[in-house]
């Protein structure tokens, strides 16, 4: 764990920003013993995924998740619809993945058929309830839906989302263009997972794959950041910035102590989050401590450093914003900037979508992030020229929702790229 920050403050200034790096690295997850796994996988039986081949696409995907299962894995399967409803296995306990189980949850997914509504919490929570049953397990879901959740109520959804946080993780896909983003992303970030959207349900059953593959490698089921702040001192936020821009929960642990669930980590991952602290001003050359950060598995305590504040007459010093704050600032500005403009839109709000997505447009070019530029362009046109921008007439529905659903994405920046 590394801690990066400017530490120097002006005269009566109380705000400490620090990027906290956190990399896992191939020894962290060889030393970790390997756990038991817990694979769900929710794959939407609605009417609405009658249309096409969508399906048809759902089946292939889930069949090509339970492919890369590692054999031992404990599996199953949930049909959702208005109900959720356990298809593989049909009765008694769950199975762990081999060449049999495989075979008889194809058997299973072959018979399913859509018909009903939707009703994404009570999919959750049928999950919930099966990892409950398996404690220690490394749980984890894979939910794909299609369309709207309008068979439950948005507040029957976040009671089921945080009823199942720190139970496990959900990563969330949205096929076609008729769903809600904001709903997957709630479920999604809440249960520290990952979402996107794809257009084709042709695209599905690799997307399945890699999402299973990531977990396979997943080899500790959950780290904690630990983050305890001396008298006087206040967290105001912790967000994960990348690679994907999410706010975090907290969790009071007594001592003047939070804990942020980080969910699940494998040898490879390498994330950064942005943690700001209020402070009692001090005295110009006066330093103090603004926080301790830990990070925690289990009892164990893997990393820890320190957040500290140094007052100074100084305007060189007390001026110079730290790159990577600034970098992730902006990244969470640009995402918010893209949500706004396309509320309004939405509402028919033209002239804000219009200022807002300009915004957005001179964000991301500023920041490097290629790709939320790419996905603009989708729904404005750009003067390259004048830097005018103005909404594209005809706007495919799915380049909206992919810009969206990938509006969280940030562009990563090293310290080695410190100016």
Same mark, same amino acid.
């Given at each position: 764990? %590394? ?47 009658? *249309? ?104 029957? =959804? ?60 997943? *080899?500790?089921?959950?780290? %904690? ?7 006087? *001192? ?13 706010? =975090? ?39 103090? =401590? ?106 495919? %529905? ?22």
């Amino acid at each position: 764990m %590394t801690i990066d920050q400017n530490s120097y403050l002006a005269a009566g200034a109380d705000t400490v920003d620090a990027i906290v790096t956190i990399e896992a690295g191939a020894d962290f997850a060889a030393a970790a013993p390997p756990p038991q796994r817990l694979e769900i996988i929710i794959i939407d039986c609605s009417g609405s995924m009658g *249309a096409g081949d969508r399906f048809q696409g759902a089946r292939r995907a889930a069949f090509a998740a339970i492919e890369t299962i590692t054999d031992g894995t404990l599996f199953t399967v949930i049909a959702g619809t208005a109900e959720a409803q356990v298809v593989y296995p049909r009765r008694g306990p769950l199975l762990p993945a081999d060449d049999t189980t495989r075979g008889a949850a194809r058997l299973e997914l072959d018979r399913l058929r859509p018909y009903g509504g939707t009703a994404m919490g009570t999919w959750v929570g049928l999950a919930r309830q099966i990892a409950q049953q398996h404690p220690g397990t490394l749980a984890h879901a894979i939910l794909l839906s299609d369309g709207k959740n309008e068979h439950e109520s948005p507040e029957q =959804l976040a009671a089921e989302i945080g009823r199942s946080q720190g139970l496990l993780s959900v990563d969330c896909r949205g096929v076609g263009d008729s769903y809600i983003v904001e709903e997957l992303r709630s479920i999604a970030f809440a249960l520290n997972g990952t979402l996107d959207v794809l257009r084709q349900p042709a695209e599905l059953a690799a997307e399945f794959a890699a999402m299973m593959q990531a977990s396979m490698n997943k *080899a500790v089921s959950d780290l %904690t950041l630990r983050v305890w702040t001396p008298a006087g *001192a206040v967290v105001r936020f912790v967000k994960q910035v990348a690679p994907d821009l999410t706010d =975090l929960s907290r969790t009071e642990a007594g001592g003047q102590i939070g804990e942020y669930l980080l969910g699940p980590w494998g040898g490879t991952d390498d994330r950064d989050y942005h943690v700001q602290v209020r402070v009692d001003p001090a005295p110009v050359g006066r330093e103090k =401590l603004a926080a301790r950060i830990s990070v925690v598995s289990g009892t164990e305590v893997l990393g820890q450093g320190l957040v500290k504040a140094m007052w100074t007459a100084d305007t060189e010093l007390s001026t110079r914003i730290n790159h990577r704050v600034a970098h992730y600032t902006g990244q969470a500005e640009l995402a918010q900037t893209i949500q706004d403009g396309l509320a309004a839109r939405q509402q028919g709000d033209l002239s804000t979508a219009t200022a807002k997505l300009q915004r957005a447009v001179v964000l991301a070019a500023e920041s490097g992030n290629d790709n939320t530029a790419k996905l603009l362009r989708g729904v404005v046109e750009v003067d390259d020229h004048t830097g005018t921008v103005r909404l594209r007439r005809t706007i495919d %529905t799915f380049d909206e929702k992919a810009l969206d659903a990938r509006s969280t994405k940030t562009a990563r920046v090293r310290k080695a790229q410190e100016g």
